[in-house]
Every structure is written in structure tokens, then in C-alpha cells.
């Protein structure tokens, strides 16, 4: 009785059944490297963040520009009946402060940009600069005739404000023209915001990171006094040299609004509120253009603030300076699907087992799995170096030649080792598409785990699973 319970256990751990337990094990054990290394990408992630980051600080962030704006201060006065004990019935005077704030009747925002790759160590970001016209006109007919009775603006202290997102990004403005006057710009938005500073950062950008405008409050912008304002229309042109890095984007404030954006830079992403009507993309630059009306946003033509400036974050657009390899984001979806490609060399590894008759211990299976966890670190470390194909191509023929040179000192011959190199290779090739299909990665994924279910179930159709007696 006490021989016949050794030989039951015996005869169990050197059966497929248990085999098999033990991989589940093994690909449990090693979820603990894989989440390792996906923090490590994050992490690396953050890094390069943190470093556009600090060369941004420097030359002038993301850039947001809204306006032209004509504000005008006007005073609100409300007589209030009240009654008192002591005094008895009192009419008591109260004035009320307002901000008449006029939009352009036509807007034209003409924008063309060079740009270059500024580097920090590893880490690098795309950068912009060039000249931004803003020119149309203004018609304060209809907005002055709303003025009710009882308000009063105040037109000889009239003042045009350009709301930006970095103050640093501003560099000198090359003509201000107003009719036949030159205006005389002061940094400021005077209180007088149209967006919100905690605007998102770049859409799908290097990491997947958001980040916030940290202009130094919320009066980042230029503002000039407007000499002689009268309720006439008037033309103006506004030409500007600004900088900045990753993206722009504008606030399409005008009765009519038509902006041109071109810039040497071969791959833009068009985000916002609007895409542009009709672009032109090249390897080396592009050019698009944008025409829309007031009726296709909620930005009034004219409003009346009480205190502070007022949101229009939903309506802004413009391009992402996009860069199309993404080394972190392609890394961190390579690591989430490591798991799948984990399972396939062990279950090649156990079908080699099962055909060539030659036990395997465990330990070389752990090793295994070691080797191709081991993959996606040298495509972090390879991609941050050269480019990332390159690096992926690199760590995938130097996983699959250590992997068949393994499998052959475990098994007889070449007869069969060779199997190990093969799977390996189409394991790579099936990562390679999905990391480039982003949007039919699931299809591929879910076929090709189909497969490989299948060819085992294939495979094994005649094993047993409780081993030879």
C-alpha cells in the first residue's frame, strides 16, 4: 500500500496531464518579468515626456491661438427700490461692470511653419516656428446697437486682444495694421481668456501622455489700444513670428472663418473640432485649409461679459506636428500581447516533447519562456537607439536563432529542432501585423489564437494524456 501511492504520484508527474499544469504554472510565473517590463515601458515613456517637456519650457509649448477680439468696458445701471425703518422708501443706484467683446465679421488665419527635431539625450520632439497672419475685418454696428438704455460702453478705450497659449512662443510681431494706423502691441490678454489653460495635449502622441498649457496663469497673449475707434467697419492684418512644438491649434472666432495651414512636415494628424475641407500631404511637407461659419459653431458674434473671459475649448482644431512611429506606443502594445506569443514556444517546445519521445524538464521550458520575455526588453532598448523596424527586426532574429539552437541541444537531432526556429519566426511575423494594423489587431490576434488551438487540438487528437505505462 505504501509503494502503490509513490508509484500513483510517479506515474502522474511523468504524464502529459501534468505537463501541462505545469506550463500553466510557468506562464503564470512569467506574467511577473512581462509586467516588469511593461512598467519599464511606461516608465521610459514617462522619461521622454518629461524631456519634450523641458525642451518645450524653453522655446514655447504647444501653441493655441484665438482671435482677433475688439473689448470694449461698459458700465450696467439698475436703479433698485428699497425700503427701511429709518429711511423709509430709497432708490438706490447700482453699476455693474461689463466687457462688450466683438468677433470678426471675416477672419483669414494664414499660417506657414518649418520645423526641426530638437534632441535631449535619446529623447527628441518636433518643433515648429514661423509666421502667423490674422487678417479680415470687424463691423461693431451690430453689437453697439444691442446696447440696451440703461448700459454704456466706453468706445475710446477699445482694445484688440489675440488670446495664446505661451507667452514664450511669441516673437516678435512684424506688422499690425488698423485701417491706416499702426498698432502697438503689449504682452497680456487682459483677463480676457477664450480657451481653458487644462486644454489636452497631444491626441495618440508620444506615449499616450496628456499635458496641460503651464503659460504662467491664464493672460498668455498680446493686446493693443485702438486709437480713434469709431462703429464703422474697419480692415486690419496682423502678421506674427511664433515657435512652439507638437501641435496648433486655432479658434475659429470670426463671422467667417478661413485658415491655411502649410509646413514642411510629412506626416500631420488634423484633430479638433473641425477637419480641414481640402489638404495636400507629400513626404516632405503639407498644405490644408479650413472655411467655416459661425452657424456650424456656438461662438456668438458678440456677448457681454460680467467677469472673466469665457470657454470656447470645444470648438478649437488644428494639426498635430505627428510623428509616424510611435516607439513607446508600439512598445507598450507589443507587451500586451506577449502573453499570447508566450504560450506558442511552449507549446512547440511540448508538441517536439511529445513527437521525439524525449523528456524535457521543466527547467528548460522556464528558460524558454525566459528568452522570449527577454525579446520585448532588447526591442525597448534597440527602439530607443535606432529606428524601431530595425530594432525589431534585430531582437526577433537574435530570440528565434538562441531559441533553435536551444531546442536542438535539448532534442536528438536537426530532424525536428528546426520546427522551434520555424514557429518562433511566424510567432514574430503575426506580431510585426499586429503592431502595424491597429485597427484590425483584434481580428488578427483572435485568427491567429484560432489556429493555433486548432493545429494542437490537431496534433494531439490521439495523445494520452496520462503517459505511457
Known sequence: MDNASPSLFKKFTRGYTFKVLMLMVLVLLLLIPLNMIGGLVKDRGRTAASAESEIME??????????????????????????????GEKVQIIKT??????????LDINAVF????????????????GTLVLSGSFDPSMAISQI????????????????????????????????????????GNRGHSLFTRDYPGLSGGIYSVSTRFESGGSGSGIYAVLPDFENREVKFNISIDIQGGQFIRVLPIGQDTHVDIRSDWGSPSFQGAFLPGGSVITDTDFSAE????????????????????????????????????????LNTRAVKYAILFLIVPFLTLFLLEIFTKKRIHPVPYLLSGIGNAVFYLLLLSLSEQIPFYTAYLLAALAVTLMMTLYSRSLLPSWNKSWYMGLVVTISYVLLYAVLNAESYALLIGSVGTFVVIALVMFLTRKLNWFGED
Open 148 to 187: 440696451a438704455p440703461n448700459e454704456s460702453v466706453s468706445l475710446n478705450q477699445a482694445e484688440l486682444v489675440i488670446d495664446l497659449s505661451s507667452q514664450k512662443g511669441i516673437r516678435k510681431v512684424n506688422t499690425s495694421s488698423w485701417d491706416n494706423d499702426e498698432l502697438f502691441f503689449q504682452p
Open 290 to 329: 479650413w472655411d467655416i461659419s459661425y452657424l456650424s459653431r456656438d461662438i456668438p458674434l458678440f456677448l457681454k461679459l460680467y467677469d472673466g473671459g469665457q470657454d470656447y475649448t470645444d470648438s478649437l482644431f488644428g494639426v498635430d506636428f505627428f510623428r509616424s512611429i510611435n516607439t513607446y506606443a
Open 97 to 106: 461692470p461689463f466687457t462688450l467683446m466683438i468677433c470678426p465679421k471675416m
Open 114 to 129: 518649418k520645423t526641426e527635431i530638437r534632441k535631449r539625450g535619446i529623447f527628441s520632439v518636433p518643433l515648429f516656428s
Open 58 to 87: 524653453a522655446w514655447g509649448k504647444q501653441m493655441v491661438e484665438a482671435g482677433p477680439v475688439i473689448v470694449i468696458p461698459g458700465v450696467k445701471t439698475d436703479e433698485v427700490l428699497t425700503r427701511t425703518e429709518k429711511e
